[in-house]
């Protein structure tokens, strides 16, 4: 008798430490993008919503990753965007929504995204960086619903809002 109330007792404490994982804090709207270190920029669009994008990670041989994202508090959607300077092309794969919650619970699988920053990042430590076109194969295998390679420096638009994506290339291969 004692083991189930401390497993339910287990399981209040996890539930409650998930939940405080995952609260919201306002912000005040603003259309003033506020830009952070290695080309990562910010714009609070709602008070509980943002558009970001993230510090790039140059992959070497060209090629710079970051992402693109719009929500907040427990989740978001969640863009990935790979640069290839040298051709001065970028794609964007996406769109996939991320759950705060569903990352804390055990066992819960990877999302599609992580799989392939993770592949794309593995091929890039090993010295042989995949190609915008191997990227969006990827894409399609995890059954993603956008792979769109577009010029680089392309301004996207994440649900009406635009980011400027320039700053990559012109920070890691001027």
């Keep these: 008798m004692i083991r ?3 497993s339910f007792a ?3 404490t996890l539930s409650a430490g998930l939940a405080e994982a995952c609260s919201a804090t306002a912000g005040v709207p603003s259309n003033v993008p506020v830009h952070g270190s290695a080309c990562s920029v910010s714009t609070q669009v709602e008070e509980y919503r943002s558009v970001r994008l993230t510090r790039a990670t140059d992959l070497g041989r060209g090629l710079v990753r ?5 929500g907040g508090g427990c989740g978001y959607e969640n863009n990935l965007i790979v640069h290839d300077c040298n051709a001065d092309r970028l794609l964007v794969v996406g769109w996939e929504m991320f759950d705060v919650m569903d990352s804390l619970t055990p066992n819960s699988p990877q999302p599609a995204l992580e799989r392939i920053t993770d592949r794309i990042d593995q091929a890039a430590q090993g010295g042989s960086p995949l190609t915008l076109s191997a990227i969006a194969g ?3 295998s995890e059954r993603l619903p ?3 390679e577009l010029a680089g420096g392309t301004r996207v638009s994440i ?3 635009g980011v400027s994506t320039s700053c990559a290339c012109q920070t890691y291969y001027p």
């Design 4 to 6: 189930p109330v401390l």
């Design 10 to 12: 287990a399981a209040l």
């Design 66 to 70: 970051q992402n693109i994202t719009d």
């Design 138 to 140: 990827l894409a399609r």
């Design 146 to 148: 956008t792979a769109l």
């Design 159 to 161: 649900n009406g809002h």
